[in-house]
């Protein structure tokens, strides 16, 4: 299964970037790991007012319907990381990745927010809303913390010792 991440917003921190990396590297064995940013909305430089938010979140929805309106995506199971998602044990997960396998799908693509989070049309396009948590995480830590739990769920169904 070919693992994709679509975020909104760079990956400024070369600490992140290298961690990123490196679960990319691990995956290579395990389906693949790809890497695609959505370059987020302009706005200007102070503390906007919620259409402004609206008009934003609309405008990043529509590119990521755009990725996602590649081929390739036609046959993934795609993911929604919003605060309002059900949570999932790794366990859990792994258990919803082999479930969409098993239904023919040859992909998973996970869909990250900028900090305003996701746009509800690509929520409800999503075959899944996932939780991390309540809790607020870095935009670029998260992002390493997807690619660790994405690394962990192949490693559970390769029957591999990672994840314990």
Request: hydrophobic letters at 40%; charged letters at 25%; glycine letters at 8%.
């Amino acid at each position: 299964m070919n693992f994709v991440i679509i975020s909104v917003g760079e990956q400024k921190e070369s600490y992140y970037r290298e961690a990123f990396a490196e679960y990319e590297k691990r995956m290579l064995s395990l389906g693949g790991l790809e890497s695609v940013v959505i370059k987020p909305a302009a706005t200007p430089g102070r503390e906007l007012k919620p259409e402004e938010i609206r008009q934003a979140l609309e405008k990043e929805g529509e590119a990521i319907r755009r990725a996602l309106s590649q081929p390739r995506f036609s046959r993934y199971w795609k993911v929604a990381l919003c605060v309002e998602g059900k949570p999932l044990s790794s366990e859990g997960l792994a258990e919803k990745l082999d479930h969409a396998a098993l239904s023919g799908k040859s992909g998973a693509v996970f869909l990250i927010g900028s900090s305003w989070g996701l746009d509800e049309s690509v929520k409800a396009a999503s075959d899944l809303r996932l939780s991390f948590s309540s809790m607020t995480f870095p935009h670029s830590l998260f992002r390493v913390m997807l690619a660790e739990q994405i690394y962990r769920a192949a490693n559970i169904l390769s029957g591999g010792k990672y994840h314990k």
